[in-house]
C-alpha cells in the first residue's frame, strides 16, 4: 500500500512540473515587453517615418527610435530590391516627400559613380545593390539621389534582412556630398 501511495504522489508532481513548465513557457513565448510606447500617427499626412521602423522591426521605444532617426540611418539596397521599391520605402517613410520629384532627380543628378555588375538602372544613371546609403530626414529629393547614385558603402554579404538602420549621418550641402 505504501508503494502505491508514493506513486501517486510522484505522479502528482511530475503533472504539476509538467503543467508549470507548460504556463511558464507560455507565458514567456508570448510576453509583450508593455516598457514600448505607442507610436503617435495622429500628425502623418500619409505614411509613417524611419522612427516607426525602427520600433515596429528593431524593437526600441518611440523615444529612443527618434532621437537615432534623427541622427541619421542607413538605408540598405539588397539584390532582389527594385527601384519601385527604393522610391516608395523611402517615400513611405518620410525621406523623400514626392515620388514623382524624386525619380525626376534620380534620372538628372549626375552619376559620378559607374555601377556595378546588376546595378538598378535609372535612365542613364545606376544605383549599386548589395549597399547601404547614409540619409537623413530633410534632405532634399536631389540630396537623396545624389547619395544613392555617388555615395555606395558596400555590404560584405549579398542579403540583408532590414531597409534602415541607425546611422549617423550629414549631408554636406556647400560641397553637395555626404560626410560622415
Known amino acids: 500500500m505504501r508503494n502505491k501511495e508514493i506513486n501517486t504522489k510522484e505522479i502528482i508532481l511530475i503533472t504539476l512540473a509538467c503543467l508549470a513548465m507548460a504556463v511558464g513557457s507560455y507565458t514567456f513565448f508570448t510576453h509583450k515587453d508593455t516598457r514600448f510606447e505607442a507610436v503617435d500617427l495622429t500628425n502623418r499626412a500619409e505614411g509613417k ?87 537623413k530626414k530633410g534632405l532634399t529629393a536631389w540630396q537623396v ?15 540583408y534582412n532590414y531597409i534602415f538602420m541607425p546611422g549617423e549621418y550629414y549631408y554636406d550641402a556647400a560641397q553637395k556630398t555626404p560626410a560622415r
Do not use: Q
Not at 55 to 80: C, H, P, Q, R, W
Not at 87 to 110: I, M, P, Q, W
Open 145 to 159: 539621389a545624389d547619395v544613392l547614385l555617388n555615395h555606395p558603402s558596400y555590404l560584405r554579404g549579398e542579403e
Open 49 to 135: 517615418e524611419v522612427e516607426d521602423y525602427f520600433v515596429e522591426k528593431l524593437g526600441m521605444n518611440s523615444t529612443e527610435a527618434k532621437k537615432i532617426a534623427d541622427e541619421g540611418v542607413s538605408f540598405y539596397i539588397t539584390g532582389n530590391t527594385t527601384l519601385d521599391a527604393i522610391v516608395s520605402n523611402l517615400h513611405y517613410y518620410g525621406l523623400v516627400k514626392d515620388e514623382k520629384a524624386f525619380r525626376e532627380a534620380l534620372t538628372k543628378t549626375a552619376d559620378t559613380l559607374p555601377g556595378k555588375e546588376n546595378a538598378i538602372k535609372v535612365g542613364n544613371n545606376t544605383i549599386d545593390i548589395h549597399a547601404y546609403y547614409g540619409l
